[in-house]
């Protein structure tokens, strides 16, 4: 069975880091791309962050560029996201979602996990 | 806003037939790119629904279709019931933004 059990949200001060991880299970984890995506508080879903299967390819929605990273361990099957400069409005639930489809532009995500809460406020 | 758009609401009674739309544009849907829709019960992660435009995963009723024509795409849900009412979402690749989500839409089984 596919697992996928994301961890690390906080609560954290305006202009603070934080890194969230994601581990996986029960499907061949170095083989498929993986995601991020967050919903804020009544809000709808929004895509942050794609990496390929191998670690190198990395896409970020705009929001995220420049102040999130995406990254992966393929010997311990997790992936993380380190978020710096953090703002009241990245206050949401993060999700982490295994990716499927055989292109980038195919890509879509069939497995989520069930979601860690950040909170940024002071 | 976002660049898919979605109606914010749909309703309909058991049994009937609803249907949601996801409009898109040129640099998403219009270039080729599938349509995804999830469903998200309240306080649950998203649950994909169809993939590939018109594709159910196992475990999905087949009471769901999924079609896509032009730059526009549509969940349909026939033979409502209660256990429908829930968040909807489409999801496709857009060439200038990457992956972007619809804007969500509530349906009601009245």
């Known amino acids: 069975e596919v697992q996928v059990l994301e961890s690390g949200g906080d609560l954290v001060q305006p202009g603070e880091s934080l890194r969230l991880s994601c581990a996986a299970s029960?499907?061949?984890?170095?083989?498929?791309?993986m995601g991020w995506i967050r919903q804020a508080p009544g809000k709808g879903l929004e895509w942050l962050a794609t990496i390929h299967d191998d670690g190198v390819g990395t896409y970020y929605a705009d929001s995220a560029k420049g102040r999130f990273s995406i990254s992966r361990d393929n010997t311990k099957n997790t992936v993380f996201l380190q978020m710096s400069s953090l703002r009241p409005e990245d206050t949401a639930v993060y999700y982490c979602?295994?990716?499927?489809?055989?292109?980038?532009?195919?890509?879509?995500?069939?497995?989520w996990g069930q979601g860690t809460l950040v909170t940024v406020s002071s | 806003q976002s660049v898919l758009t979605q109606p914010p609401s749909v309703s309909g009674a058991p049994g009937q037939r609803v249907t949601i739309s996801c409009t898109g544009s040129s640099s998403n849907i219009g270039a080729g790119s599938d349509v995804h829709w999830y469903q998200q019960l309240p306080g649950t992660a998203p649950k994909l629904l169809i993939y590939g435009n018109n594709n159910r995963p196992s475990g999905v009723p087949d009471r769901l279709f999924g079609s896509k024509s032009g730059t526009s795409a549509s969940l349909a849900i026939t033979g409502l019931q209660a256990e429908d009412e829930a968040d909807y979402y489409c999801?496709?690749?857009?060439?200038?933004?990457?992956?972007?989500f619809g804007g969500g839409t509530k349906l009601t089984v009245l």
């Open positions: 979602a295994k990716a499927a489809g055989y292109t980038v532009g195919a890509y879509y995500f069939d497995h």
């Open positions: 999801l496709s690749y857009d060439t200038l933004s990457g992956w972007v």
């Open positions: 029960g499907f061949s984890f170095r083989n498929f791309a």
